[in-house]
């Protein structure tokens, strides 16, 4: 059965950190684009942070960038993504998805997702 899961979670203050995980089971993630995506309620899913399969190179939503960093661990079979500097609006609740060839930002183009993680940033 494949299956990704997230965790990491939670409720954080402003500048904060959290680091989120996705497991997958059921298949290899070595040959998998990951993508992270949020939605914040009322909002559509936006694209936050994806890596490739092949190099391994990394992007990130022009919001994120230098506090948010991607990586993946193939012998854990899981990816992370560090969030620093956390800032309210980037309350949502927070995705994982894979696919062997998906576009980065485009929701539609990855065949399996996570159940999601609610991330909250609030004093």
């Known amino acids: 059965q494949v299956q990704l899961v997230e965790s990491g979670g939670g409720l954080v203050q402003p500048g904060g950190s959290l680091r989120l995980s996705c497991a997958a089971s059921?298949?290899?993630?070595?040959?998998?684009?990951i993508g992270w995506f949020r939605q914040a309620p009322g909002k559509e899913r936006e694209g936050v942070s994806c890596i490739s399969s092949s190099d391994g190179s990394t992007y990130y939503t022009d919001s994120v960038k230098g506090r948010f960093t991607i990586s993946r661990d193939n012998a854990k079979n899981t990816v992370y993504l560090q969030m620093n500097s956390l800032k309210p609006e980037d309350t949502a609740v927070y995705y994982c998805a894979a696919d062997r060839e998906p576009t980065a930002w485009d929701p539609t183009t990855y065949g399996y997702w996570g159940q999601g993680t609610q991330v909250t940033v609030s004093s």
């Open positions: 059921g298949f290899t993630l070595d040959y998998y684009a």
